[in-house]
């Protein structure tokens, strides 16, 4: 693996668990360091929710939205050197977005995680000022989906995820997204389930959340990533910290062209992918996106300790 080039997949909102990162810290003390960290930059007991929960606590958007950066954080700055510096190309899964940004040293910990804090906020209250929600289309082609959501008249619904062939994510007002389910249905998906979500994330209904983030990363150093990161809004590599500015607030009303990110990734000939944090969201989807693609994930101390030997074994071949 020392020898590769490698591509780097950070998850989103939705891989939280309770537990999450707590063996991590109880056996690598960089992990251990980065949880205190958090705690002392956001002024709360983060890591006890991380550790804790309850469940419903930590799956609040504000609260889920940095558990998920600091877990995939801590995770990767314990990863060897030989690995870090082989990878030559990143992205994330919406929120992950960030993640990737900050293990391409565009952003600081410490900026990181207030924007995303604030940035599950932002959407939080989004949801509040127009209630919406989310449902998982199964079986049917992006066309079709498309096709469903431009026939619901009665509010907005739009396709906020293309998760994977087959499984696309719509977002928008209650009704309208319960009207598109039945309409897909119809259509021949296979399932059109509802998603326990606190918004209609990824639609028209978060443009209220896209003036704060904008304000909130104002007040952010960014970088130049070390490495591209693909932008879920526009699935293209971004180089340059102003386009990564201007592409994560876009990302909060646009949809995650998830499927063309990891296109867009693989155009650039990674010998080896890495999912780095909690679960193993992305690695699942990647076997519905492309079947010749292997991703390993790393979320704790037995991953690292894995990956640590394959270094070493390449190391002395």
């Avoid at 003390?29 to 309850?54: T, V």
Wanted: negative net charge.
């Amino acid at each position: 693996m020392s020898r590769n080039t490698i591509a780097l997949l950070m998850p989103g909102q939705g891989s939280q668990f309770v537990g999450m990162g707590r063996e991590l810290a109880d056996g690598r003390s960089l992990a251990a360091e980065a949880f205190e960290q958090a705690n002392d930059i956001l002024g709360f007991d983060l890591r006890k929710i991380c550790w804790e929960g309850p469940e419903d606590e930590l799956t609040r958007t504000e609260n889920a939205q940095p558990a998920i950066l600091l877990h995939s954080y801590a995770v990767w700055i314990c990863l060897p050197e030989a690995v870090r510096e082989r990878v030559t190309v990143g992205a994330g899964h919406s929120l992950g977005e960030f993640s990737a940004y900050l293990a391409g040293g565009a952003l600081d910990f410490s900026d990181a995680i207030r924007l995303v804090r604030r940035r599950g906020e932002l959407m939080s209250q989004a949801g509040t000022v127009r209630p919406g929600t989310m449902a998982a289309v199964i079986g049917l082609d992006p066309e079709s989906v498309r096709e469903v959501c431009d026939s619901v008249q009665d509010g907005t619904v739009v396709p906020a995820n293309y998760n994977a062939p087959g499984q696309i994510v719509i977002s928008g007002d209650i009704g309208a997204v319960g009207t598109a389910r039945e309409r897909a249905l119809e259509a021949g998906a296979k399932k059109a389930v509802p998603l326990n979500v606190s918004g209609a994330f990824h639609s028209p209904l978060m443009a209220e959340a896209r003036e704060g983030l904008a304000l909130a990363l104002e007040g952010c150093e960014v970088r130049d990533p070390n490495f591209p990161v693909v932008a879920n809004a526009a699935a293209v590599p971004v180089r340059e910290a102003e386009n990564a500015r201007e592409l994560l607030v876009e990302q909060l009303t646009s949809p995650v062209r998830w499927v063309e990110c990891v296109e867009s990734m693989n155009v650039t000939g990674p010998d080896a992918w890495i999912e780095v944090g909690p679960g193993k969201v992305l690695t699942g989807l990647m076997r519905r996106i492309d079947r010749g693609i292997s991703v390993r994930a790393i979320g704790g101390p037995e991953d690292l300790d894995v990956v640590q030997a394959l270094v070493e074994e390449a190391g002395d071949a």
